[in-house]
């Protein structure tokens, strides 16, 4: 699976959100099997209103939303780089995450203590960036030391592995994050291989006071004007207001967030603004006893979309019977979709959209 790892400064509401986070999700999913695999490890349910739209057509007897992995991090302090804290575990832990949520501070709290001793969330950003840059450069090093001989034996991969780390390494010394080095289609493998720590995409989460959840405040506006410049992406939440809602039964969550002025609670906004971020998409597949959506990246062929569902669709794969979500819901459903003319055959090369409602047809 997908998996988000939740970093930032001591006290600026990880824990708080990580918590309401898992704890709504499992409240919400009654019939998802949720699971928390380690105390700092949680999956959630990937908010989706058109499956539900879909399960209420075909009368599917359960609904199964896709899933989503996000690691509670703790422990990134200054000098985490250099193994202070808990800083060779904690590069560990983020090195395994394809994306990360930074919770910056974003609120006014003269009874949390905030490690710099002021609220700055831009330079809070800059912090923690600056102990992964330097974690990034420390291993890049490493690990070009590590290649000198199989690169003069002439070994392919090393040549490749070595260019990528001096791409990176040249664009770090120059304070900028790996992520803004540009990867060709032929290297985008190999470069995810090397699991750069400040390659993974940053989502910026604002964590603001529970009154200025709904318009956000000049600290969230600073760091949404930084994510732009960043091409990073960035949410106002209220951590607070996440972990109250996550007392509540759904109902009840509803009436609290329209008092507050606020349309979607912020765990969905956080969860959706994740899935984006890691260029996932959504399809679907839909019968009468289940509707369940499924994970893919972008550009995804048809087999290997299959593939997601069992290893042997994609072995096996003949070919996907296809509807679009908006014509499956205009038509009614599967059999008025296929009356219309709107089911489609589509082989191998099929590059699956958002939203298609997938029937696979494989040998065995
Ligand atoms: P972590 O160290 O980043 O995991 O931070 P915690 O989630 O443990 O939060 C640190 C302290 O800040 C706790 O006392 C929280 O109750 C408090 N806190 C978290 N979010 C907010 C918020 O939005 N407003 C206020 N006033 N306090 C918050």
Known sequence: G???????????????????????????AANFPFCTIEPNVGEVA?????????????????????????????????G??????????FLANIRECDAIAHVLRCFEDGDVTHVEGRVNPVADAEVIETELMLADMES???????????????????????????????????GQPARTVE?????????????????????????VSEDEAAQGNAHSAAVAAMAAEQGAASVVIS?????????LDAEEAEMFLSELGLEEAGLDRLIKAGHKL???????TVGPKEARAWTIPEGTSA?????????????????????AYDDFIACGGEQGAKDAGKMRAEGKGYVVQDGDVMHFLFNT
């Not at 985490?80 to 575990?89: C, I, P, T, V, Y």
């Open 239 to 247: 951590a607070k207001i996440e972990e109250e809602i996550s007392q």
């Open 278 to 284: 890691l260029g996932l998409q959504t399809y679907f």
């Open 80 to 89: 985490a780089s250099k193994g202070e804290g808990l800083g060779n575990q």
């Open 46 to 78: 990937v908010p989706d209103p058109r499956l539900d739209k879909l399960a209420e057509i075909a009368g599917s007897k359960q609904i199964i939303p896709t899933r989503m992995t996000f690691v509670d991090i703790a422990g990134l302090v200054k």
């Open 303 to 323: 087999p290997k979309a299959a593939g997601v569902i069992h290893g042997d669709f994609e072995r096996g794969f003949i070919r996907a019977e296809t509807i």
């Open 140 to 174: 890049i090093e490493k690990r070009l030391q590590g290649l000198v001989r199989k690169v003069r034996g002439g070994d392919k991969e090393a040549v490749q592995q070595e260019r990528l780390l001096k791409e990176a390494l040249a664009a770090l010394e120059n």
């Open 183 to 207: 990867v060709a289609e032929d290297d985008a493998k190999a470069w995810d291989m090397l699991q750069l720590l400040t390659a993974k995409p940053v989502l910026y989460v604002c964590n």
């Open 2 to 28: 997908f998996k988000t790892g939740i970093v930032g400064l001591p006290n600026v509401g990880k824990s708080t959100l990580f918590n309401a986070l898992t704890r709504t999700a499992a409240a919400q």
